[in-house]
């Protein structure tokens, strides 16, 4: 396929801050967090989801989300989010001074009840009252959906049931919907089978992919979303993440990874692959893990 197939420019959002950093076993102290979200912005990141609004109880590795959105120094154009799950994170969000906010259902039962606590009627039903606060606010809303391509309680998850949920948060007037392949266990074949059904109906201008890598087929995945016309792909910085309640998904898609996969393509992204880079080392170093990006380990060594 020549690079002519290929959109000229992808957006990038960069969830490291707050998908990579809400399992790490050891908090990152909150003046990290503010070096981490500074560091990606310098680095030429423009969309950075910067913290979440949950309950401290269920995910105290983002409790001192509101410090991280009041201490980082704003860059013009960069759009801070945040995850809320209900009317009081929305509040708590706004209070905190983030751009935009995220809701995030699931395309499986189980799944919702475990991350969220209520089905995913219900949480609809939660999200229809953030999304009258947002509008009376003038703030967009993202909407994620988790599970799109297996769930970790329930397997297999038919393309159906994704539509059936991207299609209520785009009618609730979210401005695009996030598939999240939580676990990782997706392929080409299957991102191409639930692509083909979820655009006619969608439009890939939608639709954004979060891909998670725990099988590798992440970069693939993403590949197949944008020979589907995707151009926004959510990444996370050294592949930092994973799920607290999705056993076995390991780390999103690296950023490093992505804006390689990009550049080779000809596709502009504005990152600083090299300032990326360090960014990525750097917060590994204070988590005493080691990089998710094979293209930073390969860099490295
Ligand atoms: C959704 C809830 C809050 C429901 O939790 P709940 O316990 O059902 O909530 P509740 O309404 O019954 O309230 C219980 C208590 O929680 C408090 N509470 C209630 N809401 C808030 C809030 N916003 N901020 C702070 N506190 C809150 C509330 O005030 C109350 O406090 P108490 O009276 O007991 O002291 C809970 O289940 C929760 O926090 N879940 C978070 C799960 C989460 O963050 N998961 C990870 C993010 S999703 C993800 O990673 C997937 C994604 C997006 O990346 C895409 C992909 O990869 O698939």
């Not at 102290?29 to 269920?58: C, H, I, M, Q």
């Not at 992440?218 to 930092?240: C, K, M, P, Y």
């Not at 596709?267 to 998710?292: E, F, H, M, P, Y």
Request: with cysteine.
């Amino acid at each position: 396929m020549s690079s002519a197939s290929y959109p000229p420019e992808v957006s990038l959002i960069e969830v490291g801050p707050r998908d990579g950093l809400q399992n790490e076993s050891t908090p990152l102290p909150t003046e990290d967090k503010v070096t981490l979200v500074e560091g990606l912005v310098a680095a030429g990141l423009r969309y950075v989801e910067t913290g979440s609004f949950v309950n401290p109880r269920w995910i105290p590795q983002m409790a001192d989300s509101a410090d991280v959105f009041k201490k980082i120094a704003r860059t013009s154009g960069v759009t801070y989010a945040a995850l809320t799950p209900n009317l009081q994170g929305f509040e708590r969000a706004m209070e905190a001074g983030a751009s935009e906010v995220a809701v995030f259902a699931a395309a499986s039962e189980s799944f919702s009840q475990r991350n969220i606590n209520c089905s995913i009627s219900e949480s609809i039903e939660r999200f229809r009252t953030v999304m009258d606060a947002a509008k009376t606010e003038g703030v967009a809303v993202r909407g994620y959906v988790s599970c799109v391509l297996g769930c970790p309680y329930e397997g297999r998850i038919s393309p159906s049931a994704v539509l059936s949920v991207s299609e209520e948060l785009l009618t609730l007037g979210c401005y695009e919907v996030s598939l999240g392949d939580t676990i990782g266990t997706g392929t080409p074949g299957s991102m191409d089978s639930l692509l083909s059904a979820l655009i006619p109906a969608l439009t890939a201008g939608k639709l954004a992919l979060h891909c998670h890598n725990s099988y590798g087929q992440a970069l693939a995945n993403i590949l197949v979303g944008l020979q589907h016309g995707i151009t926004r792909v959510d990444s996370s910085v050294a592949g930092l993440g994973g799920c607290p309640y999705a056993t076995g998904a390991s780390g999103n898609v690296a950023t490093e990874d992505v804006v390689y996969m990009l550049q080779g393509l000809g596709i502009k992204t504005g990152v600083d692959l090299d300032a990326l880079i360090t960014v990525g080392a750097s917060v590994c170093n204070k988590l005493g893990r080691a990089s998710q990006s094979a293209v930073a380990k390969a860099r490295s060594s």
